[in-house]
């Protein structure tokens, strides 16, 4: 594999700008906005692969088609990075979450539909998984001064108790469930069992991941949720 030798190497002619087609020699303007996603895109593979220790740099530049020098002027430090790298997957959950629409749905077919959506979202993203169990390891330290995850917590209990509200007042849904608290439980029924699928699957000897047992596991989510919160 390619080294690079410092952070204030040169780039790669590969990384250089290349030069407008108007025979006058002038440098087009680098797009900095695809470049950083390119290199979000290349650290979030490699932070959900190997944590905030085990990451390399130099991988991320390689995946991305970047340079070292490149990371370190558009996010400061690996840890930075790794930062960004968390806000960016709370804040691509929550825009899927918003998706949703649940006002414009019936209170007790909306909660089944958030229910089923987060088990799926953590289904179709696991490196979602492998991040926060990262983030966690380090004691969320590197979220402690973000301004997004905290936004985007409001917001998503103001969606649930909007929703918690409505089925309250159609007489579907029991008074005082704390939207905090129901937050959790949806996300911990369906975290716990996949992220601890491998041992589970030795323990209760069977495939935790089979389309059988994936099936069956969705819908005691839905039924343990729904007699949670519903009358």
């Known amino acids: ?135 966690n390891l380090h004691k969320a330290v590197h979220l402690t001064d973000s301004g997004i995850v905290p936004t985007i917590s409001r917001n998503r209990l103001r969606m649930t108790r909007t929703l918690l509200e409505r089925g309250e007042k159609a007489g579907t849904f029991r008074s005082g469930i704390d939207p905090m608290q129901l937050n959790i439980t949806i996300a911990a029924i369906g975290y716990y069992y996949l992220t601890n699928r491998f041992t589970g699957s030795i323990i209760f000897e069977c495939n935790f991941m089979s389309a059988k047992l994936l099936k069956q596991r969705i819908e005691f989510n839905v039924e343990t949720v729904k007699r949670l919160v519903c009358h």
């Open 1 to 135: 594999m390619k080294k690079h030798s410092n952070v204030a190497e040169q780039p790669e002619s590969r990384n250089m700008d290349t030069l407008t087609p108007d025979g006058r020699g002038s440098v087009r303007v680098r797009d900095a906005e695809a470049t950083q996603k390119r290199i979000l895109g290349a650290a979030k593979q490699e932070f959900a692969m190997n944590g905030l220790a085990g990451a390399r740099v130099d991988i991320i530049a390689e995946k991305a088609d970047a340079n070292k020098r490149m990371i370190y002027h558009y996010f400061g430090s690996k840890e930075a990075l790794f930062t960004r790298t968390l806000e960016d997957a709370y804040t691509d959950l929550t825009v899927a979450e918003q998706s949703l629409q649940l006002d414009h749905l019936e209170p007790v077919a909306a909660l089944e539909k958030l229910v089923r959506f987060t088990w799926n979202y953590y289904l179709e993203n696991p490196e979602f998984l492998t991040l926060v169990n990262s983030a």
